[in-house]
Nanobody, 129 residues
Framework: QVQLVESGGGSVQAGGSLRLSCANSGYTWRTYCMGWFRQGPGKEREGVAVMWTGAGDTYYANSVKGRFTISKDNAKSTLYLQMNTLKSEDTGMYYC??????????????????????WGQGTQVTVSS
């Protein structure tokens, strides 16, 4: 049973930082493609960043490039999203998701399609201006 548990969300002022964590259990960590997604109020879900946990290759949405960093700790089977210079438009529920396959991170993997078989429950990020 694959389980993803996000944590680290909260309320910050614009310009601040947060680090989200996604703890993983129940599968072979290195064989999955992992992504961070978010859904703001009244908005559709969008992909933020994706990583192939085997080699560490990454891809970011243009809206977060240079501000967010996706990373991993293999020993802890945990995925992270470091978010700096936060803006009000970054507000939303953040989810991590796992696709049980190798991936070459790119824009297709930010769509959050059916290839992502497992999703966490989400963690709320609120950025006030």
């Amino acid at each position: 049973q694959v389980q993803l548990v996000e944590s680290g969300g909260g309320s910050v002022q614009a310009g601040g930082s947060l680090r989200l964590s996604c703890a993983n259990s129940g599968y072979t960590w290195r064989t999955y493609c992992m992504g961070w997604f978010r859904q703001g109020p009244g908005k559709e879900r969008e992909g933020v960043a994706v990583m192939w946990t085997g080699a560490g290759d990454t891809y970011y949405a243009n809206s977060v490039k240079g501000r967010f960093t996706i990373s991993k700790d293999n020993a802890k089977s945990t995925l992270y999203l470091q978010m700096n210079t936060l803006k009000s438009e970054d507000t939303g529920m953040y989810y991590c998701a796992a696709a049980p396959t190798v991936c070459d991170p790119g824009p297709d993997w930010l769509r959050g399609g059916s290839e992502y078989k497992y999703w966490g429950q989400g963690t709320q990020v609120t950025v006030s201006s």
